[in-house]
């Protein structure tokens, strides 16, 4: 594939996730915004956008067997896989940082205010997460997989109480680019997970795994965005015209 300044971010990493790596690099949002050509996001950030398309062509004419094609799933198997490994690992992992965040505010809170910000913004995501993804399990992703039984037994799909998959779609999208900026506070606050010098252990570890929760919310929020939304609302328009 040649890639050229012209692709939507979000559409080459659909295709590719070893693109991610590329975007993350140069600071590129390939999730929340990557509805974005690789130009347009290059001129917000000042950057040559020659270089990301080179590196990107790079990525992408090596081999991995690790890399897996999300994009071949079925959508139904897709919205299984979010909510069994990403949802799990919000509801696992926020237990495992908020007594973390805590104890540090407590002991280096006084040398390092920030840490109190962090803690702040890292609550209000684990709330509003919470939230975010009930929504999806109880309303979206149950009529994601009606639909793909509908088609794949070729029934009539009722319509749903919320009228178009693409309503739910974009609620989920907008509460992604709230968590997506209030992630970027916390890299910023944190000096992109950069503890100081005069740091615990448990300092450390509090910074790593708030790092990890970053990239794991970055893939989990492509997998919607860029992969499970546009076929969902797809697939909706093939049923309705079925």
């Given at each position: 594939m040649n890639i050229q300044e012209n692709n939507i971010i979000g559409e080459l990493v659909a295709q590719d996730?070893?693109?991610?790596?590329?975007?993350?690099?140069?600071?590129?949002?390939?999730?929340?915004?990557?509805?974005?050509?690789i130009q347009d996001a290059c001129e917000s950030k000042e950057i040559d956008a020659s270089s990301v398309v080179s590196d990107l062509n790079e990525v992408s004419k090596a081999t991995s067997e690790n890399t897996i094609d999300y994009q071949s799933w079925p959508i139904d198997l897709m919205a299984d896989y979010i909510e069994k490994k990403h949802h799990r690992y919000v509801e696992e992992k926020t237990r495992e940082i908020t007594p973390y965040l805590d104890k540090i505010c407590r002991v280096h809170g006084d040398r390092h205010p920030e840490l109190f910000e962090i803690n702040e913004h890292f609550n209000a995501t684990a709330g509003?997460?919470?939230?975010?993804?009930?929504?999806?399990?109880?309303?979206l992703f149950p009529f994601v997989r009606k639909m793909a039984k509908a088609k794949q037994e070729n029934t009539k799909l009722e319509a749903p109480h919320f009228g178009t998959v693409e309503n739910p779609?974009?609620?989920?999208?907008?509460?992604?680019?709230?968590?997506?900026?209030?992630?970027?506070?916390?890299?910023?606050?944190?000096?992109n997970y950069t503890p100081p010098e005069d740091a615990c252990n448990t300092y450390r570890v509090t910074f790593a795994l708030l790092k990890e929760f970053e990239a794991d919310l970055h893939l989990h929020i492509h997998l919607e965005n860029n992969i499970l939304?546009?076929?969902?609302?797809?697939?909706?328009?093939?049923?309705?015209?079925?």
């Open positions: 996730y070893r693109a991610a790596s590329v975007f993350k690099k140069y600071g590129i949002d390939f999730c929340c915004q990557g509805n974005r050509t509003e997460l919470a939230a975010h993804m009930k929504k999806e399990e109880l309303i779609i974009q609620m989920m999208m907008h509460e992604h680019t709230t968590e997506g900026e209030r992630f970027r506070k916390i890299e910023t606050l944190s000096n939304f546009p076929k969902a609302i797809e697939l909706e328009k093939q049923l309705k015209n079925a």
